[in-house]
């Protein structure tokens, strides 16, 4: 059975990424518009319409079930018939020797329960379709999120160095008017219009990466030339997620580990198929023979049973069991592993998301305040510029290092929900478009 598209679909609920709500069952197989558009900004669940739309991947995986299908009608059909022709002493001049035809029909009864081995295998197969593309469906999701957050991301530097521009252009006109009053050296004014032309360099470099992680995003669903402009929304905005102990617990509906399952039960069919070979088939023959001198005709008939069946049969039956024992050891280390992908997900997005806060709530409140009575002491002449530089070089520094912590943590929250399935966060509210 496969997974409820919402919960798949749950990396819509990140803060950071996604302005819109998360989507409603179904909501992944919507339509999808051939080119991006430009009545509203893209949304994190139109990335994730487009890309289940379009991407190769999934496909790729719906390719395969015609594949499949035709392997089970085959596993359906019984051993064929045979029509056979036979003539015997085909030296009519010999001495003693008449010439004789047999026509035969033979076939071979099945047992052990061969046919329904066969089709259960193919059928289990089938079924572990559905849960690989579903879990093709969801790493796919979690990279579309990737890509959406690092255009959000983006879109934030290009503010922060929109400020920082704006502030550097208040600074330069303020020392200007100093050095020109005799009341500081042009070093001050040069200094600052050179802060000035780095912050311009950021915002540049902020736009230019905005446009590549925008086309980056579109490329998922083929537009390789489209420059899309998503919903913004706030990266910072990060809220408490459940205990460990609890996401721990979702990690047996994970499409990673409910593949075992589907591999176990195609080892399983595997196996009844190997042990079905112990018991032998038996071939039947039944045909009319004609003397083509006098003309007589008789029938014949006849069975044929193979030797040693049971024996030939078990090495493929050993694989088959040593294969089952193996799932379950792959099963275990898998089991740790995404439990050891889980709690450093989740560790680090407490670490990060507590750094945020504190740099919220505490560091950048005083640097605000300080930064402000530099000025003014500045202005009045009473600090050097470089103690007024160096505050809002700090100031800006842990702006930047907030925006760090705050993408380290949304990254994890993704690996958290592509990991459970379940959304973990409410969506933030948006400012508008980002480009």
């Known amino acids: 059975m496969l997974l409820r598209l919402a919960a798949c679909a749950a990396l819509a609920a990140a803060p950071c990424v996604s302005p819109a709500q998360a989507a409603p069952p179904g909501a992944l197989d919507a339509s999808v518009p051939s080119a991006p558009s430009t009545a509203r900004p893209l949304t994190l669940d139109d990335a994730f319409a487009r890309v289940a739309q379009a991407h190769?991947?999934?496909?790729?995986?719906?390719?395969?079930?015609?594949?499949?299908?035709?392997?089970?009608?085959?596993?359906?059909?019984?051993p064929p018939l045979e029509a056979g022709l036979e003539i015997e002493?085909?030296?009519?001049?010999?001495?003693?020797?008449?010439l004789e035809a047999t026509l035969s029909l033979a076939g071979v009864f099945e047992r052990g329960g061969k046919p329904d081995a066969r089709r259960a295998l193919a059928q289990t197969r089938?079924?572990?379709?559905?849960?690989?593309?579903?879990?093709?469906?969801?790493?796919?999701?979690?990279?579309?999120?990737?890509?959406?957050?690092?255009?959000?991301?983006?879109?934030?530097r290009r503010r922060l160095a929109d400020d920082e521009v704006a502030e550097q252009i208040r600074v330069v006109a303020a020392a200007r008017r100093r050095f020109e009053a005799?009341?500081?050296?042009?070093?001050?004014?040069?200094?600052?219009?050179?802060?000035?032309?780095?912050?311009?360099?950021?915002?540049?470099?902020?736009?230019?990466?905005?446009?590549?992680?925008?086309?980056s995003l579109a490329m998922l669903w083929g537009a390789s030339d489209a420059d899309v402009a998503v919903a913004d929304a706030d990266p910072l905005a990060l809220p408490p997620i459940a205990a460990f102990a609890e996401l721990r617990a979702l990690l047996e509906r994970t499409p990673e580990l409910r593949r075992f399952g589907d591999r176990r039960r195609v080892a399983e069919a595997r196996l009844q198929?190997?042990?079905?070979?112990?018991?032998?088939?038996?071939?039947?023959?039944?045909?009319?023979?004609?003397?083509?001198?006098?003309?007589?005709?008789?029938?014949?008939?006849?069975?044929?049973?193979?030797l040693g069946s049971r024996g030939r049969a078990q090495p493929e039956i050993r694989a088959a069991e040593a294969e089952l024992a193996l799932?379950?050891?792959?099963?275990?280390?898998?089991?740790?592993?995404?439990?050891?992908?889980?709690?450093?997900?989740?560790?680090?997005?407490l670490v990060e998301r507590a750094e945020v806060q504190r740099l919220q709530d505490d560091v950048l409140p005083r640097f605000?305040?300080?930064?402000?009575?530099?000025?003014?002491?500045?202005?009045?002449?009473?600090?050097?510029?470089?103690?007024?530089?160096?505050?809002?070089?700090?100031?800006?520094?842990?702006?930047?290092?907030?925006?760090?912590?705050?993408?380290?943590?949304?990254?994890?929250?993704?690996?958290l929900q592509r990991l459970t399935g379940e959304p973990l966060a409410l969506p933030a509210t948006t400012r508008g478009p980002a480009r």
């Open 182 to 215: 005799g009341a500081a050296p042009e070093a001050a004014a040069l200094a600052a219009q050179a802060t000035q032309a780095q912050a311009e360099l950021r915002r540049a470099r902020a736009q230019a990466e905005g446009a590549a992680a925008r086309r």
């Open 273 to 306: 198929l190997a042990r079905s070979a112990r018991t032998p088939d038996v071939g039947w023959r039944l045909g009319v023979r004609r003397d083509q001198d006098s003309g007589d005709v008789s029938l014949l008939g006849g069975v044929t049973v193979p």
């Open 126 to 156: 089938i079924d572990a379709l559905a849960l690989e593309r579903e879990a093709a469906r969801v790493d796919l999701l979690a990279e579309t999120a990737r890509r959406y957050l690092d255009a959000v991301l983006a879109a934030q």
């Open 327 to 349: 799932l379950s050891i792959e099963r275990e280390a898998g089991d740790l592993a995404l439990q050891a992908t889980l709690a450093e997900a989740h560790d680090r997005y």
């Open 56 to 78: 190769p991947t999934l496909r790729l995986v719906d390719g395969r079930r015609p594949v499949l299908d035709a392997e089970r009608d085959a596993a359906t059909l019984r």
């Open 368 to 415: 605000a305040r300080a930064a402000a009575q530099t000025e003014r002491a500045w202005r009045a002449g009473a600090t050097p510029y470089l103690e007024w530089a160096q505050l809002l070089e700090a100031r800006r520094e842990a702006l930047r290092q907030q925006l760090e912590a705050a993408e380290r943590a949304q990254r994890a929250l993704i690996e």
């Open 89 to 98: 002493n085909l030296v009519p001049d010999a001495p003693g020797r008449r």
